[in-house]
């Protein structure tokens, strides 16, 4: 396994009442233990993935949407790539198979989470592609809940449960 970057940063966090409703710009969150983010579309379950293809937390990298407003005429700088909190200085795709904590709350990696079609139905002509090229984020499950703050770090805190468990480390 590839060592994640030990420590990075929250910018920003987004949520989404309901699937295809604008998102909207949050100052704090909280976590819910198993379930995602207070009030957003996964929690409710009202996503238009609901059912379908989950996810309780999505992070994105804000290095990955400087990249995208440099590189292309598509707006995601607000919220419009509709994932949940902007990182920085941590590599998401690296923190596969591991626990790190998120402001109080301790979260474990999922799955990378790659761009649909769906989203550019819902924000602007080329999302898809401009998220593409391992830019769109990862899927998190929340496994201790807590309140989540722009300026929170990021930390790994260990290798995810069922990583320990075939390792048997903890």
Same mark, same amino acid.
């Given at each position: ?62 290095? =990955? !949407? ?9 707006? /995601?700088? +607000? *919220?419009?790539?509709? %994932? ?45 592609? =401009? !998220? ?9 499950? /929340?496994? +201790? *809940?807590?309140?989540? %703050? ?21």
């Amino acid at each position: 396994m590839t060592e994640a970057k030990a420590s990075g940063e929250v910018v920003a966090i987004f949520i989404a009442r309901s699937g295809g409703q604008p998102v909207e710009r949050v100052h704090e969150i909280e976590a819910l233990k198993d379930r995602g983010l207070a009030g957003d579309r996964f929690v409710e379950g009202t996503s238009y993935w609901s059912g379908v293809d989950e996810c309780q937390v999505t992070l994105i990298a804000v290095e =990955a !949407l400087e990249e995208i407003t440099t590189k292309t005429e598509v707006s /995601v700088m +607000e *919220g419009q790539h509709r %994932r949940n909190i902007v990182t920085r200085g941590v590599d998401l795709l690296k923190l596969r198979g591991t626990r790190f904590q998120v402001g109080d709350a301790v979260l474990e990696f999922d799955r990378p989470r790659p761009p649909c079609r769906y989203i550019q139905s819902v924000s602007e002509r080329g999302m898809t592609k =401009a !998220l593409g090229r391992n830019r769109g984020g990862i899927c998190a499950r /929340v496994l +201790e *809940g807590g309140v989540i %703050r722009p300026g929170d770090s990021i930390e790994v805190v260990g290798k995810s449960g069922w990583l320990s468990s075939v390792l048997g480390t903890s």
